[in-house]
């Protein structure tokens, strides 16, 4: 059995299917506009970045580029152990196996935080969110770049999927903590077609994947996604 840290919250697609979740990472957003969108609010060149649920590591590699310290964290043993094998050979990145309610960070030592699709959904984030304002650096900047249930056929196939989601309790909890947003206009572009409907079989509930792969032609979907961040 893996080793998962105490208090993490499961993510049932790339926790059960990494590699199928290695073929949606490629897919989503080719032309690169949520970093686009970070960059221009917080470049991170030269900074310490931290990748809070960094899963196999995708984009630390990524990060490490421009930044001059990248430190991922991922609560699953298993997926944190992939991240330090995808990254072994970059000096400047470094990888915990640790939950985003502990991390192993000392006070004040971040510039850029970043958790993408790591399930920041809001009410019950608050010992994460916490510990985030510890470790940030004055000057510095977090964003949460999600899934936007409220929109699109994406949006509609996750909340047939997870019922219980309340997009009206999400942005109350956000806008209470101090936190901006704007949408983030995302897609998806498969190589082939089973890859895309393996990615759809993966987020969606059986019922709700066979619909959404029926609605999809192609190899490319829209996929809205919302922007938040906040300045410490």
């Not at 936190?179 to 990615?199: G, H």
């Not at 029926?214 to 979907?221: D, Q, R, S, V």
Request: contains cysteine.
């Amino acid at each position: 059995m893996p080793r998962i840290v105490k208090g993490a919250i499961p993510s049932p697609n790339i926790w059960n299917t990494p590699q199928i979740y290695e073929l949606e990472n490629r897919a989503v957003d080719p032309d690169g506009a949520a970093d686009v969108a970070m960059r221009a609010l917080r470049p991170w060149a030269g900074a310490t970045v931290l990748d809070i649920g960094c899963g196999t590591g995708y984009h630390l590699p990524i990060l490490a580029a421009e930044a001059a310290r990248v430190i991922g964290v991922e609560p699953h043993g298993d997926l944190a152990a992939l991240a330090r094998r995808r990254c072994a050979a970059l000096p400047n990145v470094t990888v915990h196996t640790a939950a985003a309610q502990d991390l192993p960070l000392p006070d004040a030592g971040v510039d850029v935080a970043i958790a993408r699709w790591a399930y920041f959904f809001g009410p019950g984030c608050e010992p994460g969110l916490r510990e985030l304002s510890r470790v940030m650096r004055r000057g510095g900047a977090a964003f949460v770049v999600d899934l936007d249930a409220t929109r699109g056929a994406f949006g509609r196939w996750f909340s047939r999927t997870v019922p219980t989601y309340s997009a009206r309790e999400v942005e109350t909890f956000w806008d209470r903590h101090g936190w901006q947003r704007r949408p983030l206009d995302l897609r998806m572009v498969f190589q082939r077609r089973a890859d895309l409907e393996a990615v759809l079989r993966i987020e969606f509930a059986p019922e709700v994947a066979e619909q959404a792969i029926a609605e999809t032609p192609g190899l490319e979907l829209d996929y809205p996604n919302v922007l938040r961040w906040r300045y410490f």
